[in-house]
């Protein structure tokens, strides 16, 4: 009888790093990202929403990339195989900080938060659509772990 490793196992190294750096350069990332984006503005548009989600979306893919890396350096697999696992587990856990902070942000409009201007529904469809974005990524992570 063989053992067969698992799959989040295999890019434990790529994972980690890229969770250590979505982490502790997450922070400065996101709160840069939200000033260029949305500070010092008196009415926030699409264009600013559009930003923000450019920028940590690129910060997403960045910190993917060096996991990758990590993680095809300590082992002895393709770089294109770990930048397919690792890249979306980086996009799929900012995707659900992001989901996170448009909750936050929907519960706080009487403190004129940036979704100050959504309606209710609008809420949801964006909290809602970051979230299903989130599963989807992870899932192709998982998908590609397995190949």
Known sequence: MSVVPSPTRSHRTGLATTAVVDVVAGVPVYFVAFLFS??????????????????VCAFAVVAGLVGAA????????????SLAVVVPASLSLNCAVVAAGSVVSALNKDAGSVSAAFSPLTD????????ALSVGLALAAVRAARR
């Open 124 to 131: 949801v469809l964006v909290a809602t659509g970051l979230g």
């Open 70 to 81: 990590a993680d095809a350096a300590a082992t002895s697999r393709r770089l294109a195989a």
């Open 38 to 55: 949305y500070g010092f503005r008196d009415v926030v548009g699409v264009a600013n929403h559009l930003a923000f989600l450019t920028m």
